[in-house]
Each structure stands twice: as structure tokens, then as C-alpha cells.
């Protein structure tokens, strides 16, 4: 038994009208299936925006969208627009960033094994800085400095020995991670000298993730303080404090704004006596709690003193998370947002795969058919990135909504695309 879905679940815009129909940027959930058909990601723009300024105003010496979260023209144009750099993490998304028009001193290039034609890519490009990651990497740039005689603008990436309170999968700080150099081996220290002491490039700064969807204004604090201790005794004129800020994704959830978290860090760098910029790199906060999903229930099937299992036409290959990570959502039908879940139902997908849930313990309205539209809410991060073409599905198209009109920023696939790339 469950009440109707918690208003903070769903986009800063979403409305529900006395008929219990819900609406996201002054349009109608159920009119948005309509025109553009199901599955459907659709992305609150005023949402997007705000959120990037809050950003903006919580790190003022300046803050990077992490485009892993969710990447397409329309969001990298957004983010840009909105004054914040664009962190990527691959060649293909530098691409894209730069084929959406941000200048390239936007853009700061991650990635653990950034391979020579990348790191050529991104240093002829003239992206703002390079992210190192390992002496391997170091490597590299000796070579394209050799070959092209630019001087490379890096960061390094520090792994500060913290371990927090979220999938091991994401977890990123602790010693035992395939990211940065770690500081209790010596091997951050020992990066530093090289970067320090090399031709190839001009170290600008340090940078620390402990990873994501972290709750714990504590663990951040303490990942801040370790890392500006560390900078404290180096000429170094900026602080990463990375990313990974919580994002509330079932009811009783609760994450901490980004004024809250950007103060606590500001206060533990400050207060570990570093001086220099501190900056950050937010990405599911950005984006996830700005969208929704929307599918059109195809099968009920009730397995009495089983469960009931729902099924949509979507499922892992446009949201993997719950398969990779166990990832939890809340459910509702978009014509009776107010209206009372009391049935207990599994969401599952049409793959052929047992794993292939989307809500593992959902609720929705007793009176639900099949062809009815279902959404569950907080699917802007990782949905859209993550999508494959598993048992050759097409990928959904993604919608911008706001004040009343909606527009399209990416395309459905069609079959032809399935295909395009067979030789």
C-alpha cells in the first residue's frame, strides 16, 4: 500500500490537475506519449537550468557539468549557456561537446587509459586541461609533446583513501580503485615531481572523487580535508573535489542541497589551510531528478501468491541501473498522479533476460490496464548514457519541456539504424 507519488520525486515543474493528470513543463504526460510515442525520456529545461546555476553560485571559482551523467547537443549547449565547463571522459564525448559548439577551453578531458589519439584529440583541440590518471598517461604526453611541441594544461588525480556509503561499483575513493594516484602509497606525491619536473606539461591543479550518489556531508569533508592537507605543502593553485552528490530516487530519501554541500567543502578545504581555487564536478545532480521515463504497459501478469509482473516496452536497455547496481524507483500512472497506489507490482522489461527489471517493488493504482502509460520518475542520469541496443531495441527519444512547449533533442532510432554500421 503506498499514497500517491511523492511530489519531491518528480520535476521541479510537474503539476497534477484536479483529474489527477500529471504534467511536466505545462504539458501533459499523457500528451507527450501521444505525440511522440513510448519509451520517452522527458527532461524538465527550466529543471536543467536551475540546477546548473545552483551550481555555478555553491562553487564560484568555477564548476564542470559531468557529461557521463547525460550528454547530448542540446545538453551540453544548456549547461554551457548556463556558465558551467563540461568534464569528458572519452573521444567521443569531446566530439560531441565540441560539435555542440563549446569552445574547447570549456572542456576538461577525465578518463582512466585516455588513449594516444585521444589525448592528440584533446591537446590540439586546446581543451582546458587534462585530467592524469596514471604514470602511463605521463607517458603519453612526453610523446605528444615530442610529436607536437604543445605544453599540456594538467590536473592529477588523487585517490584520497575514502570509503563511503554506496555501490562498490561506484565507489571511487578508496585506496583499492582503478582511478588516480593514491595518496597513502606515496604514488600521488611521486606523480606530483613528475608533472612538476616535466617539459610536456604545466601542472594546474589536483583533483579527488570518492565517488556516487553519496548522502554523507561528512565523507565529503573528510575527503576535502585530506586532499588540501595534502596540497597544502605544494604550489598548487586549484582543488577538484570531484563530483558524486546524492540524489533522492525512492520516497524517504533525502539528499543535501548544493549550497549545503558546496559550503561544506569550501569550509573543509579552507579549514586544512588550502588557499588556492576549489572547484567541482557534479553530474547526476545536475540532470536526474529533472526527468522521467514513459512506457506503455504491454502484459499483466498475475502469479497469485507470487506477485504481479508488469510489463513495458522499455527495460534494462534504457535503464540499467537497477540490473547493475540494484538502483531502486518509485512508480505512477500520469493520468491519476494523486491517486492511491495500493497494487503491488513488479515493472520488468521486454528483454529476454529474468534480470530485466526496472522497479523491482513498485506501486500503482489498483485500476491499471494494459496500454495504460507508466513513468517512473528521476531517470535524467544514466538512462539516456547507458541505453543499448540490446535484442536490437531502438533507443528512446529525449524531449525538453518547458512553459508549455516541448522540443525534441534526440531522436527515436529506427530500425534502418540498427543496421547502419553493418558492412
Known sequence: MAGPIPRQLLPDSAAIDDDGQVSVGGIALTDLAEEYGTPLFVYDEEQLRQHCRDAVEAFPDGVSYASKAFLCTAMAQLAYEEG???????????????????????????????????????????????????????????????????????????????????????ATGQDDSKFGFTVSSGLAHKAVERAQASPAMNLMGIHAHIGSQVF??????????????????????????????????????????????????????????FEGRITAEPGRSIVAAAAVTLYTVGTIKTLEGIRTFVAVDGGMSDNPRPVLYGSGYETFLPRAGSSERNLQVRVVGKHCESGDILVREGSVPDDLVVGDILATPVTGAYGHGMASNYNKVTRPPVVFVRNGESRLVVRRETYDDLIRLDV
Not at 593553485?237 to 554541500?261: D, H, K, M, Q, T
Open 216 to 273: 554523507s556531508i561528512e565523507s565529503f569533508e573528510k575527503a576535502a580535508t585530506i586532499i588540501a592537507t595534502f596540497c597544502a605543502d605544494l604550489d598548487i593553485a586549484e582543488l577538484s573535489v570531484g563530483g558524486g552528490l546524492g540524489v533522492a530516487y525512492v520516497e524517504g530519501e533525502e539528499a543535501p542541497p548544493f549550497s549545503v554541500w558546496g559550503a561544506s567543502m569550501q569550509r573543509g578545504c579552507r579549514d586544512a589551510g
Open 84 to 170: 558551467m565547463q563540461i568534464d569528458v571522459a572519452t573521444g567521443g564525448e569531446l566530439f560531441v561537446a565540441l560539435n555542440a559548439g563549446v569552445p574547447a577551453d570549456r572542456l576538461i578531458f577525465h578518463g582512466n587509459n585516455k588513449s594516444l589519439d585521444e589525448l592528440r584529440y584533446a591537446i590540439t583541440e586546446g581543451v582546458h586541461h587534462v585530467m592524469v590518471d596514471s604514470f602511463d598517461e605521463f607517458d603519453r604526453l612526453d610523446m605528444l609533446f615530442a610529436e607536437l611541441g604543445i605544453v599540456a594544461d594538467v590536473m592529477l588525480r588523487i585517490t584520497p583513501g575514502v570509503k563511503v556509503e554506496t555501490h562498490e561499483f561506484i
